[in-house]
């Protein structure tokens, strides 16, 4: 039989999934797109948005967004093999396509632990991998420590462990003295600019003020984290932000931060530090960007120190998003580091 080269090629390459997804260290996966999606009650009040992407029978992975308030992305099913990783994400109570919208009703951090353990159990897995992101770092390690029986790993990004100073550092002078200019136009758009502590505040105005004053609040907000996210130098992060917001207001992602910061998140001073022993042998990849204003690396530092099975990645150039180059290789990197740590795929454990 004559056959030419390029039609074993050709063959070879769709026989050989690893093949469709060749690709350098680092690199972000293909898009993928889910096999499964839909909504899971979680309360009288609140339906969550999941779905689920990669091998059906894969590690499964726990995408846990930023925030509060939030969302979860087709780029973010991307950080994981798919041919190894089962990929499960959900929109937190209140964000993203989670039902209703913007609804305070019933949410609290210990809510969201509790429907990330809601659906775990619909999805019929008994252990899984954490992947959080800034709150989602916050909610990885409450999660873990509440039901540490269910984690088999944690890969976190911009750790964040709602204490008071963290909460002071992001509120009160510490990003402003690297983004003074997002920080006076935060504070020109109050009624009350000397007016302290801002959480209570933002959230006093987002959930009483008019209309009009709170779309304005909410993309000053918006401007003022996420202009502050990444390293920038020639502000096209911050143009293509003021042009999104043009048309877009992230209503739940201004309202939830205020209103979770203003309670302190639901926890307890020092609650997560507390608690770390109970997830010190549980394999954890933390990366967090050098110049991060918004959750600076000391405190990742201090988490690494606290873990015994605990890589930290602290990467140079980079900020708190994690788009910017150098947080998308470290973090695709610990999804390979994981595979070390947790073995064959095949061993999902199934709930029974």
């Known amino acids: 039989m004559n056959v030419s080269f390029p039609l074993i090629f050709t063959i070879l390459f769709l026989m050989t999934p690893a093949l469709t997804r060749a690709q350098e260290p680092g690199q972000l996966w293909p898009p993928v797109e889910p096999y499964a999606q839909g909504y899971l009650a979680v309360s009288e009040i609140h339906q969550i948005y999941y779905e689920r992407c990669g091998n059906p029978h894969g590690v499964p992975v726990f995408v846990l967004h930023g925030g509060p308030g939030g969302r979860t992305s087709p780029f973010t099913r ?57 709150w989602g770092t916050t909610l990885a390690l409450a999660y873990a420590e509440k039901y540490p029986e269910h984690v088999r790993g944690i890969v976190l990004r911009g750790v964040f462990t709602a204490t008071q100073e963290e909460i002071d550092h992001f509120y009160h002078g510490g990003l402003a003295r690297f983004f003074p200019e997002l920080e006076q136009q935060l504070l020109d758009s109050l009624p009350d600019p000397a007016r302290r502590p801002l959480p209570e505040y933002l959230d006093e105005l987002l959930r009483t003020a008019d209309p009009e004053l709170q779309a304005r609040l909410v993309r000053v907000w918006t401007r003022f984290e996420d202009g502050a996210s990444k390293i920038d130098p020639d502000s096209t992060h911050l143009r293509n932000l003021n042009r999104w917001l043009e048309s877009n207001v992230p209503t739940s992602f201004a309202l939830f931060e205020s209103y979770y910061m203003a309670h302190h998140c639901f926890l307890e001073e020092g609650q997560l530090w507390r608690d770390i022993a109970r997830i010190a042998h549980i394999p954890t990849w933390i990366v967090n960007g050098r110049f991060d204003v918004i959750c600076p690396p000391v405190t990742a530092w201090k988490l690494s120190r606290q873990l015994k099975n605990a890589r930290l990645n602290i990467t140079f150039a980079s900020g708190h998003a994690m788009d910017e180059p150098n947080n998308i290789k470290a973090q695709v990197l610990g999804f390979e580091w994981m595979k070390t740590q947790i073995g064959d795929r095949k061993e999902t454990g199934a709930v029974k």
């Open 78 to 134: 991307r950080f994981c093999d798919p041919d190894f990783y089962q990929i499960i994400q959900h929109d937190q109570r209140g964000a993203g396509k989670s039902r209703p919208y913007a609804d305070l009703r019933e949410n609290t951090t210990w809510d969201l632990v509790e429907d990330i353990e809601r659906l775990r159990i619909h999805c019929g897995v008994d252990s899984i991998v954490l992947f959080g992101g800034s």
